[in-house]
Nanobody, 111 residues
């Protein structure tokens, strides 16, 4: 059984940083590409970033240069370092193997 658990969300001021974590069990993150999505209030869930099985990250345009996806094979976890956060980044962030999803972690960017 695959389990995906996100953490690290919180309240941060504009311009601040957060690091989201996603710990996976039941499947190797190294063999499975992982992705981050987010869902803002009243909006559809959107793709934010991916890290493929080779460890190469990809980003949607609005976060490219500000967010960094990474992977720790030993911890079987992926991370999303988010810098220069702005109000439009406010959302619940989800981690997924593509077929299994976590419960999400909420990020609120507000002054």
């Amino acid at each position: 059984q695959v389990q995906v658990v996100e953490s690290g969300g919180g309240l941060v001021q504009p311009g601040g940083s957060l690091r989201l974590s996603c710990v996976v069990s039941g499947i190797s993150v190294r063999s499975s590409g992982m992705a981050w999505y987010r869902e803002a209030p009243g909006k559809q869930r959107e793709w934010v970033a991916s890290i493929n099985k080779f460890g190469i990250p990809y980003y949607t345009g609005s976060v490219d240069g500000r967010f960094t996806a990474s992977r720790d094979n030993a911890a079987n976890a992926v991370y999303l370092q988010m810098n220069k956060l702005n109000v439009s980044d406010t959302a619940t962030y989800f981690c997924t193997t593509g077929s299994d999803w976590g419960q999400g972690t909420q990020v609120i960017v507000s002054s």
